[in-house]
């Protein structure tokens, strides 16, 4: 059965990686007999992202468009972009991705051997630091790259990941497009997980494509423990859109998380260390968002 795919990347002044990603859509297996629909959705960008999607178009055997989005946020600009969307199946990824050479066939091929309208696809990593053992150790303990790898006796999961994930047009326009609350640029992240409890909600059950990989580059600026702390501010933020929580709620979550914390300092397990100070700035960032949206309603 021939099926029409839709491959949809937003983007906000990521020239270069955006190039990076091309130059691997261009050489993927199958390309020119699958002819994807590759959607570009420009985020207001302010460097040389269009001139650099234009050029890529001009040899790409793909339909390549080119939208821009000016209403701030990574949600606004995929909605933007399923308005215009007509494949079968809608592909998303991030733009600081590259795709291996059999990512497009290995999501045709589980598509065709699976009975599933969404699938999470492999998040690797990759770059020129990958073997370096002092940022591998920097990668386990701030997990603020994006990468997903299941075990081979893995099939479905909970959650999706935005950086490699399909699902079917009709169910997407069945549960509605994505939160424009969340996500980078709004709230911060979490954008995705919002849609895979909506397709949990409605019965969607979501496949794991393992053999369809990505690979995500390592940046340096997101092994920092600044960065570290705001990811989880954002990701407090998001969940709380998500689902409103009580005082009591979060504070007893907090009060664990300190607790965590101070013991798994004390043996020294730094990994656990690491998600229980997360956790922290998680609910730090609940609260604060609470009493912020506290003081707006009584103003």
Known sequence: MSRCFSIIIPTKNRASAIAELFASLKVLNRLAELRPEIIVANNDSHDETPAVVLRA???????????????????AALNDALKLATG?????????VVVDRGWLQAIDNYLQANDYSAGQ?????????????AVRKLIEKFRT?????????VMETHSLNGANFFIARK???????????????????SEDVELALRLSAAGVRIGYARDSVVFHRVD??????????????????SRLLIKNRGYTEILLNLARAYVQYGLYSVIGDERHRYRSKGRIY????????????SSANRS
């Open 57 to 75: 178009a001009q040899d790409l055997p793909a339909d390549v468009r080119l939208i821009t989005t000016s209403r701030a946020g990574k949600s």
């Open 88 to 96: 079968d199946y809608l592909i998303f990824l991030d733009d600081d």
């Open 121 to 133: 696809g492999q998040i690797a990593l990759d770059g020129p630091s990958i073997d370096d053992p």
């Open 145 to 153: 790259i994006p990468q997903l790898s299941f075990p081979e006796d």
């Open 171 to 189: 169910i997407l326009r069945q549960v509605g497009g994505f939160d424009e609350r969340l996500g980078p640029g709004a709230s911060g992240t």
């Open 220 to 237: 340096r600026e997101r092994l920092t423990e600044s960065y570290f702390a705001e990811s989880h501010r954002c990701q407090g933020r």
């Open 282 to 293: 998680h609910y730090l960032s609940m609260l604060e968002a609470k009493r912020n949206r």
